[in-house]
């Protein structure tokens, strides 16, 4: 996959609509962060009131982890981020306010109190369980870990008297056992998220093939195979909704029911397979005088059928005239030239759709009858006419 393009880093135009998103999920994540941060910095300010911490190390890293929020918040709205590995920079803003907490617990007077504050700045670690793999969030417990160690020292080398090694050590066995325990089922989860995403990517796969499939179906269910017009069953289709939409409308309607004449002469002389050539030459030229109104059909062997909605008689005789000259002008081999033959009739308003079709047919057999080539009406209207 191409990596996102990106434009203008600083307004973020030209970002894509789903990393847009993205981007604006990741703020009100950051934002959502924000309380974690805001209950240690109630903590360290009670501390500050209650004696037990300088009020200048609360000032200090209320300060710090407030800058380095606002860093985050500005690498987020500059969209520097897209360029990492991990856009969501999860680790690191897991890992930023431990050194800072372990730092600030360094000057805890209280040593039962101690504890406590990096344990609060581990919290986020819980969330990113969530996001992160088995290897970095073991990373983030060592790195958490060695720092709770060098704390550890550090008091000890200040107050070697007021140290209690026991206490201590359970303490840091107690930070070891939830570390690991987090990034063990961190891991898990993290394996779960990813054979889900497979899982997602193989169904959008199978979803666009079966769409495909389905597609093809569709064209294939109502098309006919050799001239690619519409098929018997669903030029019927066609005719039977203008049908109902005449009627409700008061609409004219026509049909043309066209035969090509002499086509066994075509088959016998040049094959069958020249046979099929000209047949598809004949619906591309009758494709090519429609409307997009009209609809055309393959209704059998060499026989087309035309649906001409709102064309009374005479407009649709006219435009079966036009259809005729146009098979006949087809360019085709000497011996492949053909002529159409063409039954017209127009809805009446007792008619059903046999009726229509077979007024058409009887028309189409008037034509042929009549010497082929040409274009007949209905009988009764051409006798009217
Ligand atoms: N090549 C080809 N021929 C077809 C197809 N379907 C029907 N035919 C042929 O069309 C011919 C129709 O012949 P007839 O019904 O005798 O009609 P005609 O020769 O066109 O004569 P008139 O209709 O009376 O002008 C037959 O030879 C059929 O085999 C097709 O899909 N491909």
Redesign the pocket.
């Known amino acids: 996959m191409k990596p996102p393009r990106i434009e203008r880093a600083n307004t973020g135009a030209g970002l894509d609509e789903a990393i847009r998103a993205h981007q604006a999920l990741r703020l009100r994540r950051m934002r959502m962060g924000l309380v974690s941060h805001a209950v240690v910095w109630l903590l360290l300010v009670l501390c500050s009131a209650l004696g037990m911490l300088p009020w200048w190390v609360t000032g200090c890293y209320v300060g710090a982890t407030a800058l380095t929020q606002a860093v985050f918040h500005r690498i987020f709205r500059l969209h520097l981020n897209l360029g990492f590995r991990d856009p969501s920079m999860t680790f690191w803003q897991v890992f930023a306010p431990i050194p800072m907490g372990l730092w600030a617990a360094y000057f805890v007077t209280e040593p039962a109190l101690r504890p406590v504050i990096p344990m609060l700045v581990a919290i986020p670690a819980i969330y990113a369980i969530l996001a992160l793999g088995t290897r970095q969030l073991l990373r983030l417990a060592g790195a958490f870990l060695v720092g709770y160690l060098l704390l550890q020292l550090a008091i000890w080398q200040r107050e070697p008297g007021g140290f209690d090694l026991a206490h201590e050590l359970i303490v840091l066995l107690a930070f070891i056992v939830l570390m690991v325990q987090l990034a063990v089922v961190g891991g898990f989860i993290s394996q779960l998220r990813h054979q889900l995403h497979e899982r997602n990517v193989d169904l959008r796969r199978t979803m666009a093939r079966l769409n495909e499939a389905n597609a093809e179906l569709e064209v294939l269910a109502e098309r006919d195979p050799?001239t690619g017009i519409y098929n018997r069953r669903r030029v019927l289709e066609r005719l039977e909704e203008e049908l109902e939409r005449s009627r409700r409308g008061k609409l004219a309607l026509s049909v043309c029911m066209l035969?090509?004449?002499?086509?066994?002469?075509?088959?016998?002389r040049h094959g069958?397979?020249?046979?099929?050539v000209?047949?598809r030459e004949v619906a591309t030229t009758l494709a090519a005088t429609l409307r997009c109104t009209d609809s055309l059909g393959r209704y059998?062997?060499?026989e087309f059928l035309l649906v001409l909605p709102h064309a009374p008689l005479e407009g649709a005789r006219e435009k079966a005239e036009r259809v005729r000259r146009a098979v006949r002008s087809r360019r085709g081999g000497e011996d492949t030239a053909v002529t159409v033959?063409i039954g017209v009739a127009t809805l009446r308003p007792d008619d059903t759709l046999d009726t229509l079709v077979a007024r058409a047919d009887a028309a189409l057999y008037e034509a042929?009858t009549g010497g082929?080539d040409r274009v007949m009406l209905e009988p009764e209207a051409a006798s009217a006419g």
């Open positions: 050799l035969d090509v004449d002499h086509f066994k002469k075509v088959n016998d069958h397979q020249a046979g099929d000209v047949l059998g062997g060499e033959s042929k082929r």
